[in-house]
């Protein structure tokens, strides 16, 4: 499904366009991404996206499909959201930034041998926020072509397990708190 429209239906709840912010948000409501794509942005500008902006508890499931956007984002302000990527076939693509724990609460598993990509990395970005990484199986990867930062500002983790695999060309721990 390539995004044109205001409002998108996923599954029982949608997510919103805010044009004066070139914003997509996920709020409120659990997501799949089954098949096909999802784009909200191209390799050199497009559209952010988040899970989990002011409510708690929002997924995003990706497995068997692409979800491709310029910046993506897990908890912002203070909410809390968890995106999974499941499955060989399954990537998540942010052609630039993607934040774990922006100012909120956010969690990103790759399992599976799904892919999650983008230039620069972050878990916890900002003083408070809280986030977690969890790369699992064999195939399972997050690429960050630049920078990784593991705890810039907040309470930061990365476990990487049985067979997956985080690559970065700079990383940092703790690098700011």
């Not at 491709?68 to 909410?79: F, V």
């Not at 930034?97 to 983008?118: D, E, K, Q, R």
């Amino acid at each position: 499904i390539d995004i044109t429209q205001s409002e998108i239906d996923l599954g029982t709840s949608s997510a919103y366009w805010d044009s004066a912010n070139s914003f997509w948000s996920v709020n409120g409501g659990l997501y799949y991404a089954n098949s096909g794509v999802l784009n909200f942005g191209t390799a050199s500008s497009g559209n952010d996206f988040a899970v989990g902006v002011t409510t708690a508890d929002n997924v995003l499931t990706i497995s068997d499909g692409t979800v491709t956007d310029y910046k993506g984002m897990i908890g912002y302000n203070n909410g809390s959201g968890t995106v999974n990527v499941t499955g060989a076939s399954a990537t998540w693509s942010n052609s630039n930034w993607l934040y774990v724990g922006h100012s909120g609460t956010g969690t990103l598993n790759i399992t599976g041998g799904a892919a999650a990509t983008n230039t620069f990395g972050y878990i916890c970005f900002n003083p408070g926020s809280t986030g977690t990484v969890t790369v699992n199986g064999a195939g399972s990867r997050w690429s960050n072509s630049a920078e990784l930062n593991v705890a810039a500002y907040g309470t930061g983790t990365l476990n990487i397990q049985d067979g997956g695999t985080v690559s970065n060309t700079n990383s940092y721990v703790a690098g700011s708190s």
